[in-house]
């Protein structure tokens, strides 16, 4: 089956605009995870969701920030008046969830979002 | 609160080098440790998991409990094995990474 998507791959905005990013992760995967990451830096973990709800919403940077989760499918990462230092590739995971089962997790391509 | 240090953001080795990427954690409970690892406009992938105690392309890790350390080993460097290696734990509920480092092997 199909790993992990994301859509766009890039995308280019104004100072201020409003982004949504997409991840799609593997059918059956319980748990998923957004990252950032920064040129030349490390992931930042950003949120975890478990089914729909997010246990751990402890790595969003700002208000500005919120994701949202269709049942087990699809989620939404939205950045509201982005900023320049919002600039960075957007990663999404995904893993089958609880136990040993669920350790390993399946990245997505990313999305490279550019502020202007 | 769950750490992991990865003190090295480059390191370079010749090839057939031996080559040991750094990894401390920090963590209360038991961790489950990992290291993943992104080629050249590849995605990140995972490469081993202490748990398994398996070898994967030559490369080992062991956990040291006492040391908190889960350090990355390869006896002998090989070009392909150029690429950015990220450290992480698995604890309650959540998965650390961390800083990665950059591994370049030289020919």
């Known amino acids: 089956g199909a790993g992990v998507s994301q859509s766009p791959s890039n995308k280019v905005t104004e100072k201020g605009k409003d982004v949504e990013l997409r991840c799609d992760p593997i059918s059956g995967h319980t748990a998923l995870y957004w990252y950032r990451q920064r040129l030349g830096q490390g992931l930042e973990f950003l949120i975890y969701?478990?089914?729909?709800?997010?246990?751990?919403k402890s790595g969003l940077p700002s208000d500005r920030f919120s994701a949202e989760r269709t049942g087990e499918s699809v989620s939404t990462l939205t950045i509201q008046r982005t900023q320049q230092e919002d600039s960075a590739v957007y990663l999404c995971?995904?893993?089958?969830?609880?136990?040993?089962?669920?350790?390993?997790?399946?990245f997505g391509p990313g999305t490279r979002l550019t502020v202007l | 609160a769950q750490r992991v240090t990865q003190p090295e953001k480059l390191l370079s080795v010749f090839k057939g080098a031996p080559v040991e990427l750094k990894c401390n954690y920090s963590?209360?409970?038991?961790?489950?440790l990992f290291w993943y690892v992104q080629y050249s406009r590849q995605r990140l992938q995972l490469l081993l998991r202490h748990i398994s105690r398996e070898s994967i392309k030559g490369f080992t890790a062991d956990l040291n409990k006492g040391e908190t350390s889960f350090h990355l080993k390869k006896p002998f460097a090989q070009e392909e094995d150029s690429a950015m290696y990220y450290c992480?734990?698995?604890?309650?509920?959540?998965?650390?990474f961390g800083t990665g480092t950059k591994l370049q092997v030289i020919p």
């Open positions: 992480a734990l698995r604890g309650y509920q959540k998965v650390t």
């Open positions: 969701f478990q089914g729909n709800s997010a246990p751990d």
């Open positions: 995971a995904s893993s089958p969830g609880g136990g040993l089962a669920g350790a390993e997790q399946f």
């Open positions: 963590y209360s409970g038991s961790p489950e």
